[in-house]
């Protein structure tokens, strides 16, 4: 199956730092999320990209979906003590007839150190 | 709004036992779908749906039976558990297969011993 390469595996940050994190692929992808998982939760959906090239923002967090399709990272400015979590990547492919399928990265476990 | 509801969060089985694992949506979504996570691996699909009476495989389905009898829920089956199936299990749904705001249960931390 296609996957996809995330980086770093995990980061520690001084509280009011900013953070990057990308992932990259060997496939192009139609579409790229970014999801956070807070322990003993389910990911929730930070932002959605549509369309190479697109910028996104939502609040302290920025995207972008890469121009060939394959890359795609993760801003986050100024973080705070919630910020931390683990974040995933997401790419969305077609899979079987007329549905599609979500290949996620390995994660970055973000710990923000106050 | 309750979202997406899985039962258990936890639960412990012995080796060749099967239980199911229990997702519900209150949202009117189409699609629903099952992921396991394992630590390293991110997330990966086992089966989807795109509605009721309509299911598929998705990249591990090994093991693992659904049935989509309602637009609401989306059991999963383990049909005779195995120490591979430890994991975390996560059903998501969005509101149709072109929508990609998937809504993610809190998940069922399971351990086949």
């Known amino acids: 199956g296609q996957q996809l390469n995330q980086s770093p595996q995990s980061m520690f940050i001084q509280e009011g730092e900013d953070v990057s994190m990308n992932c990259t692929s060997s496939s192009i992808f139609n579409t790229w999320l970014w999801y956070k998982q807070d322990p003993g939760e389910g990911p929730v959906l930070l932002i959605a990209?549509?369309?190479a090239g697109e910028l996104t923002s939502n609040g302290r967090l920025t995207a972008q979906f890469g121009i060939t399709r394959k890359d795609s990272f993760l801003n986050i400015s100024a973080s705070i003590p919630s910020d931390v979590g683990i974040y995933f990547c997401?790419?969305?492919?077609?899979w079987g007839a007329g549905s599609y399928q979500l290949t996620f990265g390995k994660g970055t476990k973000l710990s923000v150190i106050p | 709004n309750a979202g997406v509801t899985q039962t258990p969060k936890f639960q412990v089985l012995k080796t060749g036992q099967s239980m199911t694992l229990q997702c519900a949506q209150d949202?009117?979504?189409?699609?629903m779908s099952w992921y396991r996570q394992d630590p390293g691996m991110g997330l990966r699909l086992i089966h989807y749906?795109?509605?009721?009476?309509?299911?598929d495989q998705g990249e591990v389905p090994n093991g693992y039976n659904v049935s989509r009898s309602t637009t609401e829920d989306f059991p999963l089956r383990l049909l005779s558990a195995a120490p591979s199936q430890t994991s975390v299990y996560f059903c998501?749904?969005?509101?149709?297969?072109?929508?990609?705001?998937?809504?993610f249960g809190q998940g069922t931390r399971l351990t086949v011993v």
């Open positions: 997401a790419g969305q492919t077609p």
């Open positions: 990209l549509y369309k």
């Open positions: 949202m009117n979504h189409e699609y």
């Open positions: 998501a749904s969005s509101y149709s297969i072109g929508n990609t705001e998937a809504f």
């Open positions: 749906s795109v509605g009721a009476g309509i299911t």
